[in-house]
Antibody, heavy 120, light 110 residues
Framework: EVQLVESGGGLVQPGGSLRLSCAAS????????MSWVRQAPGKGLEWVSA????????LYADSVKGRFTISRDNSKDTLFLEMNSLRAEDTALYYC?????????????WGQGTLVTVSS | QSALTQPPSASGSPGQSVTISCTGT?????????VSWYQQHPGKAPKLMIY???QRPSGVPDRFSGSKSGNTASLTVSGLQAEDEADYYC??????????FGGGTKLTVL
């Protein structure tokens, strides 16, 4: 059974930094691209970032480009999101999501999310 | 890039059919057959219901179906059941390896 468990969220001041982690199990982690998707309180889903299975190719939404960095450690089956220069509008529940197939643009497994609150 | 456009709400009685639309542009929904639909119950993670416009993952009831015409994709739920009450989100590949989501539709089973 696929499991994705996020951690690292919390309360941070505007301009601060945070590093999220997502521990994966139940599948061959390095075979699958992974993404971060966020959901502001009471709002819809927003794709944030993606990384290839080998970690050599990354993508970002315009809203986080230059501030967030996605990475992965395939030896530890773990996905990361380094978030810098945080803003109030980054407040959201951050999900890690596994792509259903190596190709394609959909996610068949999601974690339960980790909450990031940016506030002074 | 703007989010895809979905109606904020939809409703139907048990046993009825409901269709939720998702409107984009020729640069996303209309340009690729990479539309997906997700179901999200309150406090839960999203669940993939439809991918690549019409495909159902294993375990998803065949009451759920997807289609697309031009720049608008649709999710139809037939034979509505109480457990179908949830938020539904569409998503589409939008070129340059990016992904867009819709604003979500709250489906109420009357």
């Amino acid at each position: 059974e696929v499991q994705l468990v996020e951690s690292g969220g919390g309360l941070v001041q505007p301009g601060g930094s945070l590093r999220l982690s997502c521990a994966a199990s139940g599948f061959t982690f390095n075979n699958y691209p992974m993404s971060w998707v966020r959901q502001a309180p009471g709002k819809g889903l927003e794709w944030v970032s993606a990384i290839s299975g080998g970690g050599d190719f990354t993508l970002y939404a315009d809203s986080v480009k230059g501030r967030f960095t996605i990475s992965r450690d395939n030896s530890k089956d773990t996905l990361f999101l380094e978030m810098n220069s945080l803003r109030a509008e980054d407040t959201a529940l951050y999900y890690c999501a596994k792509r259903r197939a190596a190709a394609g643009h959909n996610f068949d497994s999601w974690g339960q999310g980790t909450l990031v609150t940016v506030s002074s | 890039q703007s989010a895809l456009t979905q109606p904020p709400s939809a409703s139907g009685s048990p046993g009825q059919s409901v269709t939720i639309s998702c409107t984009g542009t020729s640069s996303d929904v209309g340009g690729y057959n990479y539309v997906s639909w997700y179901q999200q119950h309150p406090g839960k993670a999203p669940k993939l219901m439809i991918y690549e416009v019409t495909q159902r993952p294993s375990g998803v009831p065949d009451r759920f179906s997807g289609s697309k015409s031009g720049n608008t994709a649709s999710l139809t739920v037939s034979g509505l059941q109480a457990e179908d009450e949830a938020d539904y989100y569409c998503s589409s590949y939008a070129g340059s390896k990016t992904l867009l989501f819709g604003g979500g539709t709250k489906l109420t089973v009357l």
